[in-house]
């Protein structure tokens, strides 16, 4: 079981025919993304706050709204 694992908070800008703009992610490490206690399924919603009083990022899942199934490429 994996319950900590260090990530990443990446920007990758990304170019449109009027300019620039900024696109965040925030990388979770597969072992603790495949780990069974993981709270989230691919493509389902999150709320993402961020609690003032304990400077900490909070992400949890939606209640109550449907996994968006994600387009395959190709």
Same mark, same amino acid.
Not at 39 to 56: C, S, T, W, Y
């Given at each position: 079981m994996v319950t900590t694992a !260090? @990530? *990443?908070?990446?920007?990758?800008?990304? !170019?449109? @025919? *009027? @300019?620039t703009y900024d696109k965040f992610f925030i990388y979770v490490p597969t072992e603790l993304a495949r780990d069974s206690n993981f709270p989230f399924r691919q493509g389902q919603e999150v709320e993402v706050r961020i609690d003032q009083e304990n400077r900490v990022l909070v992400i949890q899942p939606v209640e109550g709204r449907r996994t968006v199934k994600q387009r395959s490429k190709g």
């Amino acid at each position: 079981m994996v319950t900590t694992a !260090k @990530g *990443r908070f990446i920007n990758r800008a990304t !170019k449109t @025919g *009027r @300019g620039t703009y900024d696109k965040f992610f925030i990388y979770v490490p597969t072992e603790l993304a495949r780990d069974s206690n993981f709270p989230f399924r691919q493509g389902q919603e999150v709320e993402v706050r961020i609690d003032q009083e304990n400077r900490v990022l909070v992400i949890q899942p939606v209640e109550g709204r449907r996994t968006v199934k994600q387009r395959s490429k190709g």
